[in-house]
C-alpha cells in the first residue's frame, strides 16, 4: 500500500533497495516461518528434546531476518553480512531441531518375542 500510494505516477521511481527488501521480508518472512511453525507443531509431543532451541530458532531467525531488511533498505552491507548468518544458522537449528525429534525412538510397549 506504501508503495502504490507513494509511487502511483510513475511506479519506476520507487526505490529498488525497497522491493528488495519487501519481497524477502514477505517470502523469507512468512515461508520460513509458517515452515518453521508446521515443525514445531508436528513435533509438539516431542518437545522435551532440546526445548531450549525453540525460543532461539524463533528470535534467531526473526531478528535476523529484521536485520536484513533493515540492511536492504538502508543499502548497508554490514548489516546484511551480520544478519544472515544468523538468520540462516537458527533456520539450520530449526531443522535440525525437529529432524531429532522426528528421529527418536518411542519405546515399544510390548515386550520382544
Not at 43 to 54: L, P, Q, S, V
Not at 77 to 82: D, E, G, Q, S, V
Amino acid at each position: 500500500v506504501y508503495l502504490i500510494a507513494n509511487y502511483i505516477e510513475d511506479f519506476d521511481q520507487a526505490p529498488v533497495r525497497l522491493l528488495l527488501a519487501l519481497d524477502h521480508s514477505t517470502f523469507v518472512g512468512i515461508l520460513t516461518n509458517a515452515i518453521l511453525g508446521l515443525l514445531l507443531v508436528a513435533t509438539a509431543a516431542r518437545r522435551a528434546i532440546w526445548r531450549w532451541a525453540d525460543q532461539l530458532v524463533f528470535w534467531g531467525m526473526n531478528l535476523g531476518l529484521v536485520g536484513f531488511v533493515i540492511g536492504l533498505i538502508a543499502d548497508v552491507p554490514a548489516i546484511k553480512r551480520i544478519s544472515t548468518p544468523v538468520m540462516g544458522l537458527a533456520i539450520l537449528l530449526g531443522l535440525l531441531t525437529a529432524a531429532t525429534r522426528l528421529r527418536q525412538v518411542e519405546p515399544s510397549t510390548t515386550a520382544p518375542a
